[in-house]
């Protein structure tokens, strides 16, 4: 059997899902190539059995990807989203355009992620994308517990810079509201068991409570904090 090879055009009328597509996946090389344009007129995503717990989950917006890898972890290049808009049964919440980039230097990862709307922020250092947030819960859970040592995780390390400037975490997590002007900052090192953040926000919400004018300061390295 050869490896899937995609370089056409392609259509969909389907009610819940209406999207144009143009250009190349290719598999059939050493290194996975997506390299193509979107144009999803409407997307049913409760329909689709994509998102369970909105039974209104509507998206429509442009996608331009041009990525290089055979896993998440190993995807490098950009991802474009244009003109974004998802309805849920709370609120609508739009975008104009938000880039996510990718780049490796040797077993150092560059991931940027860019919107003027949304969101802005780096992440740099030697991890898999894929177990981020198990490296940060387990972050934490050292502030408190120390966790034996696992010799698989002990090379990864982060340092990350985000800002938000709206309301677009509510897309993913709807029990969590986060407000305009909040920052996130600091650097993980899973060998050394090395954590700081520095977290600053008007306003957080969390299903029915509120907390405002939030600043949490953390680093092991200093007792101070």
Known sequence: LKAPYFNSNLES???NFQFAFEGLLDASGEEN???????????????????????????????????????????KGELRFKSFE??????????????VASS???????????????ISGKLVGDFKLTKLPELFSEAIE?????????????????DFDIEIY??????????IKVS??????????????????NFRSPLIGV??????NINIQIDTDNPLY
Not at 86 to 99: A, I, R, V
Not at 142 to 158: A, M, R, T
Not at 180 to 197: C, M, P, R
Request: charged share 25%; proline share 3%.
């Open 33 to 75: 190539i997506f390299d193509f344009n979107a144009d999803i007129n409407h997307a049913d995503l409760y329909a689709l059995n994509i998102v369970k717990r909105d039974t209104v989950a509507d998206f429509k917006g442009s996608l331009n990807v041009n990525l290089k890898g055979n896993s998440i972890d190993e995807l």
């Open 166 to 175: 709206n309301k677009i975490v509510e897309v993913f997590f709807p029990d």
């Open 13 to 15: 009328l389907d009610p």
């Open 180 to 197: 305009a002007n909040t920052f996130i900052n600091g650097s993980i090192d899973a060998s050394e068991n090395d954590f700081s953040l």
């Open 142 to 158: 050292n502030l408190y517990f120390k966790s034996k040592d696992d010799p698989s995780k002990n090379y990864q390390y982060v």
């Open 207 to 212: 299903y029915d409570t509120s907390f405002k």
């Open 86 to 99: 998802y309805k849920n049964h709370l609120d609508s919440f739009q975008f104009e355009e938000l880039t």
């Open 104 to 118: 490796f230097q040797k077993n150092k990862q560059t991931i940027t992620i860019d919107s003027p709307d949304v």
